[in-house]
Structure formats: C-alpha cells, structure tokens
C-alpha cells in the first residue's frame, strides 16, 4: 500500500522522490509539514496530489490578509428557529488540511491553527470541537524576504514535523510535465490508494517500530548538542525530541523495519530541526547557515552499534 502510494503521486508530482518520501514519513508519523519554496514550483500541487491519493476529506485555505481566524477554526452563529446558537465549522474540520500561503495572513489568523495541529480540537466561544482522524496539515509559504508576507511564530514553527523544500526541476522534469499537460493528465485523474482507516492503522505500525535505548540517547545527543551550539540562540525543544523519534519509527517503517537505526534518524534529522533552530545576530552577521552547521552536530555522535 505504501509502494502503490508513493507511485500514485511520484507519477503527477515529477522528479522529487526524496520531497515524497519526507511527506510520507509526516504522514505516518501524525505530523504536519511546511512547504516553503519561490512560486510556481509545484507545493501546492505536492499537497493535492497526496490529499488525491487519500481518501479523506479534503479542506483547503487560501491565506490571504484578510483571512480571519473563524474562516479557519469556524464561529458560532445565532439560530433565529430555535433561539441557540450553532457551530458551523471552519476548514479546518477536514482530514487533510492545505494552508495555501500560511505566511500571507496575519499572525492571528496564523495562531488558529495551533491548537487544532498541537491538540486535534479546536475551541470556539468555549466549546471544544475533536477534528476528525487522520488529521495532518500541509502548509506552503513564500521565502519571507518575499513582499506581503509575516513570519511564522516560533511557536508555530515547532508544530511542524519537516519543513521541506521542492527546488526547481531539471529541465527534462520541466519537459515531462509539459508532456502530461499537453496529454490532458491532471489531478482529478487521480485514484485514492488508501482509506483514512488504512492511514490510521499504518500509523499504529509506525508507532509500535522498536526505538532501542542506545538509539534513543543517540537522538538525545543530537538535541543536546544544538542547544548546547553557541552560534545558535535557540536550540531543539523537546518537541522536536519527540517529533525526531516519531520520524525515525516512520522512515524505518517505509524501509520495510520494525526498528530503528542511526541511519533512519540521519535521514530525517535535517529536515526536522532546522526550521526549530535560529542563529545568534554574530552567526547571521557572519553569513553562518543552520544547514551548514546541523549536519555536523548530527554527525558527531558515535553512532551505536548495538
């Protein structure tokens, strides 16, 4: 099922499987997942091709500036036949969630959805509302030195599982998708792979991978070191601790394991704590760069061997 899965969108998503993999990996984790890139190079056609191969509601918001937070999470409105008032829901009661350009929208509207991607509710006029299962968040955003844009919180940062960039395609990639456009091929010929059930039972699978107790001081020693990092202000939280082990049970489960390597934490580190660490003003000044720095502080560990 995961094979056929990865086929479903590698065949309409084109040229990236290494990008397809890390979205699989959030997926089987219960993570969320933030596609950040310029323009035009395929994030949210990334996101619709994997809400496509699912079948699962599907719920999508346009961040603009004038995106309020009860567009998001829903409001609460008075009925006129029976004198209550009633919740109507917001986009955010679906399974699979895209945030188109969660950078363009104010960071009150950005704060809504914190804690439907920390908690799985949400909380209008004191109510909680359970969002439904599977859910997982797929947002894309725009460089922040793009015009119109504001800066996701830390806060909010540290609920996303990977952040993820596509890059721009080769030109025989660039060639293929011409290709399917001109022949018709487009996202609504897409077939669902697997249910939301299936979804949730994959996850359980990931979650019983076994972690042993050297690796999980392995993936301590990581986290430490980026706190311990003096050209970093803000180290990995303990979230990212979690969030790191959870990945490595999903990673190994996609190599067909029922344990955890050091290899599997390797392959998924970079992508899970870089967005959660920020340089001090003297390593900014100096051009210093989180991707630079992690894999050393990834690589220094001895790695155990048993």
Same mark, same amino acid.
């Given at each position: 099922?995961?094979?056929?899965?990865?086929?479903?969108?590698?065949?309409?998503?084109?040229?990236?499987?290494?990008?397809?993999?890390?979205?699989?990996? /959030?997926?089987?984790?219960?993570?969320?997942?933030?596609?950040?890139?310029?323009?035009?190079?395929?994030?949210?056609?990334?996101?619709?091709?994997?809400?496509?191969?699912?079948? /699962?509601?599907?719920?999508?918001?346009?961040?603009?500036?004038?995106?309020?937070?009860?567009?998001?999470?829903?409001?609460?409105?008075?009925?006129?036949?029976?004198?209550?008032?009633?919740?109507?829901?917001?986009?955010?009661?679906?399974?699979?969630?895209?945030?188109?350009? $969660?950078?363009?929208?104010?960071?009150?509207?950005?704060?809504?959805?914190?804690?439907?991607?920390?908690?799985?509710?949400?909380?209008?006029?004191?109510?909680?509302?359970?969002?439904?299962?599977?859910?997982?968040?797929?947002?894309?955003?725009?460089?922040?030195?793009?015009?119109?844009?504001?800066?996701?919180?830390?806060?909010? $940062?540290? +609920?996303?599982?990977?952040?993820?960039?596509?890059?721009?395609?080769?030109?025989?990639?660039?060639?293929?998708?011409?290709?399917?456009?001109?022949?018709?091929?487009?996202?609504?010929?897409?077939?669902?792979? /697997?249910?939301?059930?299936?979804?949730?039972?994959?996850?359980?699978?990931?979650?019983?991978?076994?972690?042993?107790?050297?690796?999980?001081?392995?993936?301590?020693?990581?986290?430490?070191?980026?706190?311990?990092?003096?050209?970093?202000?803000?180290?990995?939280?303990?979230?990212?601790?979690?969030?790191?082990?959870?990945?490595?049970?999903?990673?190994?489960?996609?190599?067909?394991?029922?344990?955890?390597?050091?290899?599997?934490?390797?392959?998924?580190?970079?992508?899970?704590?870089?967005? +959660?660490?920020?340089?001090?003003?003297?390593?900014?000044?100096?051009?210093?760069?989180?991707?630079?720095?992690?894999?050393?502080?990834?690589?220094?560990?001895?790695?155990?061997?048993?």
């Amino acid at each position: 099922m995961l094979n056929k899965l990865r086929e479903t969108i590698e065949s309409y998503f084109i040229g990236k499987p290494d990008v397809v993999e890390n979205m699989l990996v /959030c997926l089987l984790a219960g993570g969320h997942v933030l596609l950040e890139d310029v323009p035009g190079v395929g994030k949210t056609t990334l996101a619709k091709t994997m809400a496509a191969a699912l079948d /699962c509601s599907f719920g999508r918001i346009q961040f603009t500036p004038d995106t309020l937070p009860g567009d998001v999470v829903g409001l609460s409105v008075f009925n006129m036949k029976t004198g209550e008032f009633e919740y109507r829901e917001g986009a955010v009661m679906r399974q699979i969630i895209l945030a188109d350009e $969660i950078n363009r929208t104010s960071p009150k509207t950005q704060a809504a959805l914190l804690e439907a991607m920390a908690e799985g509710q949400v909380s209008v006029d004191g109510q909680i509302y359970k969002l439904p299962e599977p859910f997982m968040v797929i947002a894309t955003q725009n460089p922040v030195e793009f015009l119109g844009t504001y800066p996701l919180p830390e806060a909010q $940062i540290d +609920r996303f599982m990977m952040k993820l960039s596509i890059g721009y395609p080769t030109k025989e990639m660039e060639e293929t998708l011409a290709r399917n456009m001109l022949a018709g091929k487009t996202l609504a010929d897409v077939s669902p792979v /697997c249910s939301g059930e299936d979804v949730m039972r994959l996850r359980g699978e990931a979650a019983a991978v076994h972690v042993g107790d050297r690796v999980l001081e392995y993936i301590g020693g990581i986290i430490t070191r980026t706190r311990q990092e003096k050209r970093f202000a803000l180290g990995a939280s303990p979230r990212a601790f979690l969030d790191l082990t959870k990945a490595s049970q999903a990673k190994a489960l996609l190599d067909g394991r029922d344990f955890v390597k050091p290899d599997d934490i390797k392959a998924v580190a970079l992508n899970t704590l870089h967005h +959660r660490l920020i340089l001090t003003p003297e390593a900014k000044i100096g051009r210093e760069d989180v991707d630079q720095i992690l894999p050393s502080l990834i690589l220094t560990d001895v790695v155990p061997t048993a």
